[in-house]
Nanobody, 120 residues
Framework: QVQVAESGGGLVQAGGSLRLSCAAS????????MGWYRQAPGQQRELVAR???????NYDDSVKGRFTISRDNAKNTVYLQMNNLKPEDTGVYYC??????????????WGQGTQVTVSS
């Protein structure tokens, strides 16, 4: 089994910063892409940022220059540093990990989500 758990959400004023963390654990052989997605009320879940095992990144245009994704492969952990937060960044942030298990089975695993609320 594989578990994915996020932490670090909260309430912050516009212009503030938050750092999200996501750790994957369990029967993991390797992890390919890891990513952060967010879902605002009444909206579909959308990609915020993604990072490959080699460190290549891509971002949604709305967060470029403000958010930074990074990962620690030794810890199976991905981070999202969010600066200059805006009210439109509000939502539930989910972590996704593309995992190859020790049984060589590949699956996508999602965390339970962490709430980020940015007040104006």
């Amino acid at each position: 089994q594989v578990q994915v758990a996020e932490s670090g959400g909260g309430l912050v004023q516009a212009g503030g910063s938050l750092r999200l963390s996501c750790a994957a654990s369990g029967s993991i052989l390797s992890i390919n892409d890891m990513g952060w997605y967010r879902q605002a009320p009444g909206q579909q879940r959308e990609l915020v940022a993604r990072i490959s095992s080699g460190g290549s990144t891509n971002y949604d245009d709305s967060v470029k220059g403000r958010f930074t994704i990074s990962r620690d492969n030794a810890k199976n952990t991905v981070y999202l540093q969010m600066n200059n937060l805006k009210p439109e960044d509000t939502g539930v942030y989910y972590c996704k990990a593309d995992v190859r298990s020790i049984w060589l089975v590949e699956n996508q695993y999602w965390g339970q989500g962490t709430q980020v609320t940015v007040s104006s």
